[in-house]
């Protein structure tokens, strides 16, 4: 799976670079922007365990071939780790903690290949924030646990299937690789047999509905004003 994933990246790249589609991106910027915020959720892997990472994302589009932004990214998933560090007497203490990690993200999204309803297109974002282990399950970002430093940098693909002009599905498959203190993370709490085995990347994945609200009004109201002024419904 990770080789696969690696040639369609690869691929994706190479066709993103070809001449052809950076013209079409000087095309791109030629037109007007609009807003893009969405919500999102995705679901990875830590110590082959499901996780959930949920966030928000606020940027601007271009044609809906181009969106560029950033957003704010958290582990949703409340996640047990245990901890066994050696006490004064020499002995090993169990502790529990949960994993907890926050970021900020910026992203890029190219849309390289469309039909009617089929849409392709390569996602990219990287993110700097903290990890941090604490007793309780709700967010206590500001509390007394020690924060580590985080970064992450998640190349991925995109497909979508539009099923009518305003509504579609689609997913996407990524790899987030994230560089963390490990080292300072296993002197702080770790024993050898600590339950916290950090990976250097992991797997992600969503699957999403998609709706385009205004090409559902310009299809419920066709002769508004806005639709007039702004367009018809459009594939």
Not at 67 to 83: A, C, D, H, P, V
Not at 107 to 135: E, M
Not at 183 to 208: C, E, H, M, Q, V
Request: proline fraction near 3%.
């Amino acid at each position: 799976m990770k080789r696969v994933f690696y040639i369609l990246i690869f691929l994706a790249s190479i066709k993103l670079c070809n001449a052809q589609y950076l013209d079409t991106l000087h095309e791109v910027f030629r037109h007007k922007s609009s807003v893009d915020a969405r919500l999102e959720s995705r679901y990875s892997f830590i110590n082959n365990r499901l996780v959930s990472v949920t966030g928000f994302r606020l940027g601007v589009a271009f044609q809906r071939k181009l969106r560029i932004g950033g957003g704010l990214s958290w582990l949703k998933t409340n996640y047990e780790t245990r901890f066994y560090p050696e006490n004064y007497l020499g002995k090993r203490d169990t502790l529990f903690r949960y994993l907890k990690f926050g970021y900020l993200c910026f992203y890029v999204d190219f849309v390289f290949h469309k039909t009617k309803r089929w849409q392709l297109s390569v996602p990219i974002q990287a993110g700097v924030g903290s990890l941090w282990f604490q007793r309780y399950t709700s967010y206590h970002f500001w509390g007394g646990d020690q924060k580590y430093f985080l970064a992450l940098y998640e190349p991925g693909i995109t497909a979508q299937f539009k099923i009518f002009k305003w509504l579609g599905v689609g997913s996407d498959v990524a790899y987030r690789f994230s560089l963390k203190n490990n080292s300072k993370i296993r002197r702080n709490y770790d024993g050898p047999d600590s339950k916290y085995k950090a990976l250097p990347w992991t797997p992600t994945y969503s699957f999403k509905i998609l709706i385009w609200f205004d090409q559902l009004y310009f299809a419920m109201f066709p002769e508004s004003k806005l639709t007039k002024r702004f367009g018809s419904p459009i594939w």
